[in-house]
C-alpha cells in the first residue's frame, strides 16, 4: 500500500511568526475563510500566537458575519473557537501556573428562579449558571436564555437551539465563566454558541470536505507578494446559524 505524504510541519506557525505566509494562505482559503482582509489576518494570527491554537486544525476560526453600519450591510471577521479550545487553553495555562482548575455543578433555572442540577423540563431553561475554580477562586458565569438563544428568519430557535437548548445555554455560560477565570488568554474569543448575526445570512453550504491533495497542493504553492483571492468557499462549521 503506498504512503500518503503528509507533511502539516509546513503549515505551522512559528513562534514570532506576525503574518500567514503564502502557503498558509493558501491552506486559509481552502478552510473555507474569505474576505478577509490584511488587517483581519494579522489579528487572527494575533490570537492564533496568543491562545497557541492551530487554525489549520481548525481549533480556532475565522467567520465573516454580516452587520449592519450607516445603514448598510457590511461583513465583520469575527475569532471564533469551539468550547474545546477554550479547554485546551484552560487546560495549558493551569499546568503552566502549576494551580488546579475545578467546575462547580451546572445549574439551570427555569423562570420562577428555581435551580436545578439537571434540567428536565420540556422548555429551554430561562438562564443557567457554570462556575470555574481557579485556585479555589469562583468564577461564575450567567446567562440567559432570552439573550443567548438563536433564530432562524421567522424569529423561532434554530434547529440545535430548539433541540437542545439546555446544552448550548451550558457551553454559553462555561465560555463566558472561562473568560472571566482566564482573561489575559481569552478576552475578545467566543463560541459559535455565543454568536448570532445581526444581518441576513449568507447562503448555508455544507462544510466541503479539504482532501489532502489540496492541502500538499497549497503548501507546494510558490511564496508571493500578491493579493490573496479568496474564493466562495463553504463556511466553517458554525454557519446553521442564522437569524
Known amino acids: ?29 481552502s478552510l473555507g475563510i474569505k474576505d478577509a482582509s490584511p488587517a483581519d489576518l494579522a489579528v487572527f494570527m494575533h490570537y492564533a500566537q496568543k491562545t ?20 448598510k450591510w457590511v461583513t465583520k471577521q469575527t475569532i471564533q473557537v469551539g468550547i474545546d479550545g477554550l479547554r485546551v487553553v484552560r487546560d495549558r495555562i493551569a499546568r503552566q501556573l502549576g494551580i488546579p482548575v475545578e467546575y462547580e455543578d451546572t445549574v439551570w433555572y427555569d423562570a420562577d428562579g428555581r435551580g436545578y442540577h439537571v434540567w428536565l423540563g420540556e422548555g429551554p431553561p430561562f438562564a443557567c449558571v457554570v462556575t470555574v475554580l481557579k485556585d479555589g477562586k469562583r468564577f461564575p458565569g450567567v446567562v440567559r436564555y432570552s439573550a443567548y438563544m438563536q433564530t432562524t428568519k421567522d424569529g423561532k430557535p434554530n434547529s440545535m437551539w430548539a433541540r437542545m437548548g439546555a446544552e448550548q445555554l451550558e457551553k454559553c455560560a ?3 465563566a472561562l473568560r472571566r477565570a482566564f482573561p489575559n488568554d481569552l478576552s475578545g474569543i467566543y463560541i459559535p454558541e455565543e454568536m448570532s448575526i445581526d444581518g441576513p445570512p449568507r447562503p448555508h453550504n455544507p462544510p466541503r470536505p479539504v482532501t489532502l491533495d489540496e492541502i500538499n497542493g497549497a503548501i507546494d ?9 479568496w474564493p466562495d468557499t463553504a463556511q466553517p462549521p458554525d454557519s446553521e446559524v442564522t437569524p
Open 52 to 71: 497557541q491554537l492551530d487554525p489549520f486544525s481548525r481549533q480556532i476560526y475565522l467567520i465573516g458575519r454580516n452587520v449592519q453600519e450607516n445603514g
Open 221 to 229: 504553492v510558490e511564496p508571493s507578494d500578491d493579493p490573496v483571492e
Open 174 to 176: 462555561e465560555a463566558k
Open 1 to 29: 500500500m503506498n504512503e500518503i505524504e503528509v507533511r502539516p510541519a509546513a503549515l505551522a506557525i512559528q513562534p514570532g511568526q506576525e503574518m500567514f505566509d503564502a502557503k498558509q494562505k493558501a491552506a486559509l482559503v
